[in-house]
């Protein structure tokens, strides 16, 4: 025992008679680990890129795609729509909403018009289409937000797709027969991990509009966030109390496009999530009051950057990813920032959701699957999809709109080949 003290006090004196030498050596050792640390996740993220993949299920049909009509943020989703369908069908024809799509669509005889939110697009031209003999369907963008407008427009079409499970069977009470649950998902060109080291570096980041559901969560823990090297952007963000406290932190009032938005997720050790309410009558039409269960488009995407999601809880997420195992979720504004702060310290668990996660999106959560899912259900025959269809859309019909089970781009007309 004496030896063995002795030669450990003989090491610490040795020590502090070479600081500079001391410091060069905890230094290279530093920098081996976050190298390895970036190397590793970075060498599982591209082997997960390039086994992990949903097929196209090619089909000899012919699509006429009806693009939003509005824009930035919805041209991104017309992107990733359009170039899916150029690997999913033979013959695809692309207009926007404010195109004679009736007219055309009677000339060149499309199996299915697809409209994308439908909410620019006449009813008028709905009714022609339908009296033409020609299979319609709307894939919607925002419910429940704007259950208001689109109960004027879902009667008009065969199929309903929505993002929100509660929407279901609020829009067969409206008469409409064919109505499935369909969440967006995650297109691999614009959100993926990068090969190499993101030129943003930050601990957490936050990307999204400041509705007033996300100042009253951020308000009371913001000065805890801001002591790590967060940064959160998008509007109304000056609405935080001590917005001039932190805003260096903030960057207010920048929308970015989906590549820059993906650079900042893959820059980030920890994106938070947090959905917005269905209670703020300032920018809803939701008169219905539909409860939101289902997960925001954006968890598909900082899950298909590899990059640890805190989100809040939605009671059908475990639907999509395993809380706790390919997800971390919060119930609370004190549990955010706990979880924030436990990860930022547990590299190697942070690491192992984000890659867990990854890997399920690249499976079953991208573009791919959600468009060959869409055209299974509107081509196949009944009985080739009646038990995947039972699964997707179960809902407690005791209790439509309530909770489920918390246990388990172009304006132009054109053809493409």
């Known amino acids: 025992m004496r030896k063995s003290h002795l030669r450990s006090l003989r090491r610490t004196l040795a020590m502090n008679k070479h600081p500079i030498r001391n410091a060069r050596q905890r230094g290279q050792h530093e920098g081996n680990h976050k190298g390895y640390a970036e190397g590793y996740i970075r060498g599982r993220s591209q082997f997960i890129m390039h086994t992990v993949h949903a097929n196209p299920d090619m089909r000899q049909i012919h699509v006429m795609y009806v693009s939003s009509g509005k824009g930035f943020p919805y041209s991104p989703l017309d992107e990733a729509?359009?170039?899916?369908?150029?690997?999913?069908?033979?013959?695809?024809?692309?207009?926007?909403?404010?195109?004679?799509?009736?007219?055309?669509?009677?000339?060149?005889?499309?199996?299915?018009?697809?409209?994308?939110?439908?909410?620019?697009?006449?009813?008028?031209?709905?009714?022609?289409?339908?009296?033409?003999?020609?299979?319609?369907?709307?894939?919607?963008?925002?419910?429940?937000?704007?259950?208001?407008?689109?109960?004027?427009?879902?009667?008009?079409?065969?199929?309903?797709?929505?993002?929100?499970?509660?929407?279901?069977?609020?829009?067969?009470?409206?008469?409409?027969?064919?109505?499935?649950?369909?969440?967006?998902g995650v297109f691999p060109l614009h959100f993926r991990p990068r090969h190499t080291?993101?030129?943003?570096?930050?601990?957490?980041?936050?990307?999204?509009?400041?509705y007033w559901n996300r100042i009253r969560s951020f308000n009371p823990i913001i000065s805890r966030l801001a002591t790590h090297n967060i940064v959160i952007s998008g509007l109304w963000w000056d609405r935080l109390t001590h917005f001039s406290r932190y805003k260096k932190r903030i960057e207010l009032n920048k929308w970015m496009g989906p590549h820059e938005t993906a650079t900042l997720y893959n820059g980030s050790k920890i994106v938070i999530n947090m959905h917005r309410s269905v209670e703020d009558e300032t920018v809803n039409n939701n008169k219905a009051r539909i409860p939101a269960v289902s997960p925001n488009p954006r968890t598909f995407e900082i899950s298909g950057c590899g990059t640890l999601q805190l989100t809040d809880v939605r009671a059908d997420l475990p639907r999509f990813y395993t809380p706790g195992v390919e997800i971390e979720t919060y119930r609370s504004s004190e549990e955010l920032v706990s979880k924030v702060e436990y990860y930022l310290h547990n590299e190697e668990a942070r690491r192992e959701i984000a890659l867990r996660s990854l890997e399920r999106t690249m499976r079953e959560h991208t573009y791919m699957n959600r468009i060959n899912e869409l055209l299974r259900v509107v081509f196949d025959p009944p009985s080739d999809q009646q038990q995947h269809l039972n699964q997707l859309n179960s809902i407690d019909q005791s209790n439509p709109f309530g909770q489920p089970n918390p246990h388990y781009q172009s304006n132009s007309i054109g053809q493409s080949n």
Not at 82 to 97: D, F
């Open 81 to 184: 729509i359009v170039t899916t369908l150029q690997s999913t069908v033979a013959h695809l024809s692309i207009a926007g909403p404010r195109d004679p799509v009736a007219q055309t669509a009677a000339q060149i005889r499309p199996d299915l018009v697809l409209v994308l939110d439908g909410m620019e697009f006449p009813v008028e031209q709905l009714n022609e289409l339908r009296q033409s003999g020609i299979r319609t369907a709307v894939w919607i963008t925002d419910d429940p937000y704007y259950t208001d407008i689109m109960t004027l427009v879902v009667p008009h079409y065969d199929y309903v797709f929505t993002l929100e499970l509660n929407c279901v069977e609020y829009y067969r009470l409206l008469g409409c027969k064919h109505v499935h649950y369909l969440p967006f």
């Open 197 to 210: 080291i993101s030129p943003v570096r930050r601990d957490v980041s936050f990307i999204g509009s400041g």
